[in-house]
């Protein structure tokens, strides 16, 4: 199943002198992106990116639950600091699916079935 993983540094955890935002970079930016393209070679990540303009990540996980899911994204240097949403995403063939089924029910509640 794929996740689509939305992470956005919260405001608290912006560096506020430069000390802090060497540390932040040698610490937590690198090493996440590094992280990234690893999970990305072993097809965990199977699209998205950092976000251009902004210290964030939108990524696509391929996993096989929520638990892992919530793995990938605790592996990653940055985490702590950042907010993550998390969303659950279908298939095109099983939302095709799913709306075949619903047009048929409204197309019966019509008369003459919807012709």
């Avoid at 990305?40 to 699209?47: D, P, R």
């Avoid at 990524?59 to 990653?76: K, T």
């Avoid at 949403?85 to 079935?113: A, D, H, M, W, Y």
Wanted: aromatic fraction near 4%; proline fraction near 7%; glycine fraction near 10%.
């Amino acid at each position: 199943m794929k996740y689509l993983v939305q992470m956005e540094l919260v405001g608290a955890g912006r560096p506020a002198t430069a000390p802090e935002g060497v540390g932040f970079i040698e610490q937590q930016i690198l090493p996440t992106l590094e992280r990234c393209k690893k999970l990305e070679a072993e097809g965990k990540i199977v699209g998205g990116g950092p976000v251009s303009g902004a210290i964030a990540l939108s990524l696509v996980v391929d996993a096989a639950s929520s638990q892992e899911v919530d793995e990938v994204v605790s592996s990653l240097p940055v985490w702590p600091r950042m907010e993550t949403t998390v969303t659950p995403l279908t298939t095109f063939e099983g939302r095709i699916q799913l709306v075949e089924v619903q047009l048929e029910r409204l197309k019966s509640q019509i008369p003459n079935g919807g012709k």
